[in-house]
């Protein structure tokens, strides 16, 4: 079984500044991959980033970047230089055996 | 390339009507398919999901139902909807596990 939690419902950020969205999740599998979604207004839902989890090594997507702590069961999303098509809910999803769970979403708002 | 359908965009329906709701995959072999119900504001509760023909994995005991009639046809039903039925619905496939999932535009329902 997997759970994630998503610990801050919303969140704002200046134009031009970094912001870190936070997530944990708990997992009983030892094999396991971790996304982070978006979702604009549009509602429609766009890939950002990806970590696999044997991996030691931070995933990065241009101005996006990943925090991912394996024992601490951490995987908070950087977003550096927030641009204002930025602006979204945002997921944290680890992928397990055959399904995907999500966690209840940071809200993003980006100021000019 | 792989596309994913979903249809109706939108839809209204009366309290005890039945529902349909129809997902096809294209550009793909045996994909894992899933139904997400999302309520407003808040995060992707999994449905169902599916990892072949006929074999129909349920998330959360309700009102609904999932068949998977062909390869990548996926169909979330219901034989009498209730109010708490609204939501926006979508659609999503996979490749196998641990990969990211890939989404349908959604469908808004709205019961009346």
């Known amino acids: 079984a997997q759970t994630v939690t998503q610990s801050q419902p919303e969140m704002s950020v200046q134009e031009a500044e970094t912001v870190t969205l936070s997530c944990t999740y708990d997992t009983s599998e030892s094999d396991y991959y971790l996304f982070w979604y978006k979702q604009p207004p549009s509602r429609q839902m766009i890939l950002v980033i990806r970590?696999?989890?044997?991996?030691?090594q931070n995933a990065t997507e241009n101005r996006f970047s990943v925090n991912f702590q394996k024992a601490a069961k951490s995987f908070s999303l950087k977003i550096s230089d927030s641009q204002l098509g930025d602006a979204a809910m945002y997921f944290c999803a680890p992928a397990g055996n055959e399904k995907l769970t999500f966690g209840t979403g940071t809200r993003l708002t980006i100021i000019p | 390339s792989q596309t994913i359908h979903q249809w109706p965009a939108t839809l209204v329906q009366p309290v005890g009507s039945p529902l349909s709701l129809e997902c096809t995959v294209e550009?793909?072999?045996?994909?894992?398919l899933y139904w997400y119900r999302q309520a407003a504001g808040r995060g992707l509760q999994l449905l169902f999901y599916s990892v072949g023909i006929g074999q129909i994995s349920s998330e959360v005991p309700q009102n609904l139902s999932a068949s998977r009639p062909q390869d990548r046809q996926f169909i979330l039903s219901s034989k009498k909807l209730l109010l708490s039925d609204s939501g926006f619905y979508l659609c999503?496939?996979?490749?196998?596990?641990?990969?990211?999932?890939?989404f349908g535009q959604g469908t808004r329902l709205t019961v009346v």
């Open positions: 550009g793909t072999s045996n994909p894992n």
């Open positions: 999503a496939w996979s490749a196998g596990a641990w990969t990211e999932a890939f």
């Open positions: 970590q696999e989890a044997y991996k030691q």
